[in-house]
């Protein structure tokens, strides 16, 4: 009798899980599907039923949104800023994060701990001083050159999406390396590579599956950012969230709602493509953990 209630009590809890999973996808599927549904209307097919199919595909939309609300240019300067804070965080966090967690030398606990106690710094709060440190380097540069290097500076943008991504982009690499065995390590050692040839030909092949978790989450980090985008770009090079909001702004305003869906599916469809490509190597990061010798 115990255990039939044990089962039917197991069978319970599965179908509520299930059904919770679900629920949770409608919630997320059916506003993606409408914006997307959204974007190829007509302006006048807004003034009906907002849950009706689109009566045809309306390119022109995205043409407007491409062309007149410069999201083509906006887009560009998303897609360079991610990739480069990507590549600086890359080059900077993994052999940081090898060094940290394999090797034991004077100073390495104090540098674990500064590292933890950057998860706990929100970008929100040190945006402005971020933003006045660069704008009296700026006034000193104009003073030498006659213009200004820091604000309005993709490569600036990026450097600091990159310094402040990598106290959690260290932890997490941190906590996966200590997770390998050194056997391998050892062997190569025996094998006469040093520390450069044993990192990057054995320890972060292996390391792979959190490196796809670190690239993906940090790109949607980058992707989306907001206040530093806008804060450190005042005039030209905007970025894709900041341009999307100019354009929903202004098509509100003129009462035109198609170019506006279609600015959002310009932002999501690279972040869907992206985890489309990456989702086998993601599910494996977060399944598959190192093997102790």
């Keep these: 009798m115990e255990k039939k209630k044990g089962m039917r009590t197991e069978t319970l809890f599965k179908l509520f899980i299930y059904v919770a999973l679900f629920a949770l996808s409608i919630s997320i599927i059916i506003p993606v599907v409408w914006v997307f549904m959204a974007s190829i209307k007509e302006n006048k ?8 199919l689109p009566d045809g595909f309306y390119f022109q939309n995205f043409i407007e949104a491409f062309v007149e609300a410069n999201m083509g240019d906006y887009l560009l300067n998303s897609v360079i800023v991610t990739t480069l804070s990507l590549l600086i965080l890359l080059v900077v966090a993994l052999p940081a994060a090898y060094v ?29 001083p971020i933003f006045l440190m660069l704008l009296g380097w700026d006034s000193g540069i104009k003073e030498l050159l006659g213009e ?17 991504a990598l106290p ?41 599956p959190s490196i796809i978790i670190v690239i993906l989450f940090n790109f949607l980090l980058f992707w989306n950012e907001y206040i530093l985008a806008l804060t450190l770009m005042p005039a030209e090079n905007k970025t894709l969230p900041v341009g999307l909001l100019n354009l929903m702004a ?24 992206l985890y489309i490509i990456v989702q086998k190597r993601l599910t494996q990061g977060m399944t598959v953990g190192g093997v102790k010798g």
């Design 45 to 52: 097919e807004f003034y009906g039923n907002p849950w009706s």
């Design 100 to 128: 940290l967690s394999r090797f034991k030398f004077m100073g390495s606990g104090l540098l674990n701990s500064f590292v933890k106690a950057g998860l706990f710094i929100n970008v929100s709060y040190i945006a402005v």
């Design 148 to 164: 200004g290097l820091f604000l309005n500076n993709r490569f600036i943008l990026a450097l600091i999406y990159a310094s402040t």
């Design 168 to 208: 959690f982009t260290i932890f997490l690499l941190s906590s996966y390396f200590e997770t390998l065995p050194a056997d391998f390590e050892e062997a190569a050692s025996i094998d006469g590579a040093g520390y450069f040839r044993t990192m990057f030909s054995v320890m972060l092949p292996m390391a792979a």
């Design 250 to 273: 202004a098509e509100r305003a003129a009462v035109n709602y198609g170019p506006m869906y279609a600015g959002m599916v310009i932002v999501m469809l690279p972040t869907l493509i």
